[in-house]
Nanobody
């Protein structure tokens, strides 16, 4: 099986910083795109940032210039550096990855369980 586990969430004051990490483990042959999403109660889950295998990135307009996504392909990890955090960034953050398992020739999406980020004074 494949598991994605996020870490690094917590409570931070406005203007502060946090770094989220997501580790993928299990019977993994290769990982394609890796993304970070976030969700607040009553709203749809939204894409925050995405990164391809060769490092091309894409960001939601609301986080451009403040968030940075990166990955370590050797370790099957993806990171989200969040700076100048605002109260509206408060949400549960999820990582997602397109994974090809050892026993498969296709890629399937896998999700982590989420980590809470709260921005408040």
């Amino acid at each position: 099986q494949v598991q994605l586990v996020e870490s690094g969430g917590g409570l931070v004051q406005p203007g502060g910083s946090l770094r989220l990490s997501c580790a993928a483990s299990g019977a993994i042959f290769r990982i394609n795109a890796m993304d970070w999403y976030r969700q607040v109660p009553g709203k749809q889950r939204e894409l925050v940032a995405a990164i391809t295998t060769d490092g091309n990135t894409n960001y939601a307009d609301s986080v451009k210039g403040r968030f940075t996504i990166s990955r370590d392909n050797a370790k099957n990890m993806v990171y989200l550096e969040m700076n100048n955090l605002k109260p509206e960034d408060t949400a549960v953050y999820y990582c997602r990855a397109d994974v090809r398992r050892l026993i498969s020739s296709s890629y399937y999406p896998y999700w982590g369980q989420g980590t809470q980020v709260t921005v408040s004074s």
